[in-house]
């Protein structure tokens, strides 16, 4: 079984910035692809960026290219989301996600979810 908890959500004004962090335990974090989406009320879950079980490989949602950076620390089975130059339209509730099988595209496992609010 694996346990991902977010966590660095909060209310920061228009440009600011906020480091979320996914603290994961139980499955082997280390070896398998890891995300971010978010959700706002109303509307599907977005994808935010995904970085693959190395490192290696990171892809990110148009909305967030340069301004977020994925990253990782396998030693301390976490999974790390920058955001800097935080717009309004950001504020969104953000999830965390662990592939089962990384040759699968889905998400098995997700978090609860960190509130991020961006005031104007």
């Known amino acids: 079984q694996v346990q991902l908890e977010e966590s660095g959500g909060g209310l920061v004004q228009a440009g600011g910035s906020l480091r979320l962090s996914c603290a994961a335990s139980?499955?082997?974090?280390?070896?398998?692809?890891v995300c971010w989406f978010r959700q706002t009320p109303g509307k599907e879950r977005e994808f935010v960026a995904a970085i693959s079980w190395n490192g290696g490989l990171t892809n990110y949602a148009d909305s967030v290219k340069g301004r977020f950076t994925i990253s990782r620390d396998n030693a301390k089975n976490t999974l790390y989301l920058q955001m800097n130059s935080l717009k309004p339209e950001d504020t969104a509730i953000y999830y965390c996600?662990?592939?089962?099988?990384?040759?699968?595209?889905?998400?098995?496992?997700w978090g609860q979810g960190t509130q991020v609010t961006v005031s104007s």
């Open positions: 996600a662990q592939k089962r099988e990384n040759r699968l595209s889905d998400y098995a496992y």
């Open positions: 139980g499955r082997s974090f280390r070896w398998y692809d």
